[in-house]
């Protein structure tokens, strides 16, 4: 079974140029999360998804952050335009259950650079 | 609110030593603990967790972790570390309560270099 898996694994862009992550959760997930990762800081939480509905975008950082989750199956995480801040690594997750034991499974990450 | 702290940003540690990371978390709700680990080029693995029971919680790969309620804490050791241990290890916790949001919160984590 295939796990959670994203693209692209790494991105660079200059600064005010647009960038689109994208996540496929395991099959069956319901839940989908977004955590970011900027260096030497802790891992962040971002958004969750349940299905196609935002869950919780609490940790959104800002309004130049776009997640999407059209028909309740992968997801993209555009920035737009892009900042030096926002480098760092993302990290989409899946869980089968909104229950707070279910076990959160993560991707390798996307890591993006913005120069 | 809740926060994790990993007080060791990097430990390292000779093959076959014993390695404690340390892991202290402040919440105001009850909470369910984690331990995630990141292999070298690899995503987020997770390597145990406490939901409910025994306070001592074990993995396949010989670590173990116990939750200290009265000391908000989630230490993970390992007896006898290996070199393909080498990773870095993050403490998280997540609200026990249903429909209290499932987001975890996650320590700066801990990079573990096992040596020869």
């Known amino acids: 079974e295939a796990g959670v898996t994203q693209f692209p694994s790494h991105s660079v862009i200059e600064k005010g140029q647009t960038v689109t992550l994208r996540c496929d959760p395991i099959?069956?997930?319901?839940?989908l999360y977004w955590y970011r990762r900027v260096m030497g800081k802790e891992i962040k939480f971002l958004l969750h998804f349940v299905k196609e509905s935002k869950q919780d975008e609490s940790g959104m950082p800002n309004n130049r952050f776009l997640a999407e989750r059209t028909g309740g199956t992968y997801s993209t995480l555009k920035v737009q335009p892009a900042e030096l801040e926002d480098s760092g690594v993302y990290f989409c997750?899946?869980?089968?259950?909104?229950?707070?034991?279910?076990?959160?499974?993560f991707g390798e990450g996307s890591w993006l650079t913005v120069v | 609110a809740q926060s994790v702290t990993q007080l060791d940003s990097q430990v390292p540690v000779f093959e076959e030593a014993p390695v404690e990371l340390r892991c202290n978390y402040s919440?105001?709700?009850?909470?369910?603990l984690f331990w995630y680990v990141q292999y070298p080029n690899q995503g987020l693995q997770l390597l145990l967790k406490?939901?409910?029971?025994?306070?001592l919680v074990e993995s396949i790969n010989g670590f173990e972790a116990e939750f200290n309620k009265s000391q908000t804490s989630f230490h993970l050791r390992k007896p006898s570390v290996h070199i393909s241990d080498t990773a870095e290890y993050f403490c998280?916790?997540?609200?026990?309560?249903?429909?209290?949001?499932?987001?975890?919160?996650f320590g700066t984590g801990t990079q573990l270099k096992v040596e020869l």
């Open positions: 919440s105001s709700v009850s909470v369910y």
């Open positions: 406490y939901l409910s029971g025994s306070t």
């Open positions: 099959s069956g997930h319901d839940n």
């Open positions: 997750a899946s869980s089968q259950e909104t229950l707070s034991g279910n076990t959160i499974y």
């Open positions: 998280a916790v997540r609200n026990i309560l249903t429909g209290g949001g499932n987001k975890l919160t």
